[in-house]
């Protein structure tokens, strides 16, 4: 068992920038994979990037490519979502997850939720 307690949402400016952090309690950063979802309102909950633990592979959704990375301290047990260029869609609430299961894309293979953070991007 374990938890996950994201952080570092908030409000910024269309074109900035923003690092969600994601600290893993107990086994569970030792997973699969650790992701990153959001859910605007009044949509549904989407895959926005993950890392897989054992090569450190990562995956990310053609919206976000090129402007977002994810990134790992393990020392921290911690997972990062840098966001540049932000853009007004980007608004969203923002979950880590963790899966142990292949299928790093698929929303319901992940097991483990954050409580999520709130992401608002301003014009």
């Known amino acids: 068992q374990g938890q996950l307690v994201e952080s570092g949402g908030g409000l910024v400016q269309a074109g900035g920038s923003l690092r969600l952090s994601c600290a893993a309690s107990g086994r569970i950063f030792s997973s699969y994979a650790m992701g990153w979802f959001r859910q605007a309102p009044g949509k549904e909950r989407a895959f926005v990037a993950a890392l897989k633990q054992s090569d450190g592979s990562t995956y990310y959704a053609d919206s976000v490519k090129g402007r977002f990375t994810i990134s790992r301290d393990n020392a921290k047990n911690t997972v990062y979502l840098q966001m540049n260029s932000l853009k007004p869609e980007d608004t969203a609430v923002y979950y880590c997850?963790?899966?142990?299961?292949?299928?790093?894309?698929?929303?319901?293979?992940?097991?483990?939720w954050g409580q999520g953070t709130q992401v608002t991007v301003s014009t």
């Open positions: 997850a963790v899966t142990s299961v292949p299928g790093v894309l698929t929303i319901r293979n992940y097991a483990y």
